[in-house]
């Protein structure tokens, strides 16, 4: 594989996110192997073990090892990898999450019943009389659904707690600016604050499977990826 070749897998791993803001997005790192071909990484346990591998790790703000490093032996790097196998990890059944498995759905706006109980009570207060009893589109006219959506995935992509639950307030807001009446802007514009604040104090065990499943399934790709035994 060439130099552009190692660009292109770069390209195509964080091109599929593009959408995404940039936040501490995995190093894509890609080296030759002493066996003549390539080690790849996706994830940030690869990456590291691959970058203590090398004579010179490069600088961590890179995207991409240059092919000019020295070659790693694959076996000793597919047994570090092993021993990095994240806890209740299911190798042969990796969890589904959004950069590793194209199965992988949102849900919404939750199923979580701590942050639906939290949405219920700002409801409640903000517009009883006009609720339907759909959780997506809380506010008549507007949905939240494409803003919960996003927020399933970017805590299903790892990435910052807190940055994914203040995008999804600036999300829902976006979304309230279909009310013409400044009266009903606040209203809907309360409601988003309650569904970011439901987030925000209940969604921590969510976010924190999904971080559990994340690292399974992207430690599960990195073996796969380079031809490691599970």
């Known amino acids: 594989m060439k130099w552009c070749s190692v660009m292109l897998v770069a390209g195509l791993v964080v091109g599929a996110n593009a959408a995404d803001p940039p936040v501490d997005l995995p190093p894509v790192r890609a080296v030759p192997a002493t066996d003549g071909g390539k080690i790849i990484c996706y994830g940030y346990r690869c990456a590291g073990l691959l970058n203590s ?28 990898l092993k021993s990095q196998k994240p806890s209740s990890c299911s190798a042969s059944s990796p969890p589904a999450t959004p950069d590793t498995d194209p199965s992988w759905r949102p849900n919404g706006c939750g199923n ?27 506010y008549s006219g507007v949905s939240f659904e494409a803003a919960c959506n996003n927020h399933d995935r970017c805590y299903g992509l790892a ?15 976006s979304a309230c600016s279909l009310v013409s009446s400044s009266s009903g802007y606040n209203q809907c514009a309360g409601l988003a604050d309650i569904y970011r604040g439901a987030v925000a104090v209940f969604g921590a065990s969510a976010y924190q499977s999904a971080v559990r499943d994340h690292e399974c399934a992207v430690w599960v790709k990195d073996m796969k990826q380079n031809g490691c035994s599970q």
Not at 54 to 79: H, K, N, T, W, Y
Not at 159 to 173: H, I
């Open 53 to 80: 591998l090398l004579p010179a790790p490069p600088p961590i703000e890179m995207d991409v090892i240059s092919i000019d490093q020295s070659g790693v032996d694959r076996s000793q790097f597919c047994g570090m």
């Open 112 to 138: 979580n019943w701590r942050v639906q109980a939290a949405m219920q009570l700002g409801i409640m207060a903000i517009v009883p009389d006009d609720f339907a009893g759909n959780y997506n589109a809380p």
């Open 159 to 173: 990435f910052d707690k807190a940055f994914c639950d203040e995008r999804f307030g600036d999300e829902m807001r």
